[in-house]
């Protein structure tokens, strides 16, 4: 009886423990996605600033 005791707390701990990491990960999956978004209106504005420059280097003088 003092093993399936021992056992079950162990079972229980396990169980709190796998539920914390899977909060965890939750969270992190959800930090990642939102970074993921945010890279990706990063990479649309700079490639819009890199036609800018490109249709600005069309008009102005070679000198500059």
Excluded: W
């Excluded at 003092?2 to 423990?17: A, C, H, P, R």
């Excluded at 939750?26 to 890279?39: D, G, H, I, P, S």
Aim: net charge negative; proline share 2%.
């Amino acid at each position: 009886d003092d093993e399936n005791s021992t056992l079950s707390s162990k079972l229980k701990d396990l169980e709190e423990e796998r539920a914390r990491f899977q909060r965890t990960t939750n969270v992190q999956q959800t930090q990642v996605e939102k970074q993921r978004a945010l890279a990706e209106e990063s990479s649309r504005k700079c490639e819009g600033l890199q036609q800018q420059v490109a249709a600005l280097q069309k008009v102005l003088p070679t000198n500059y």
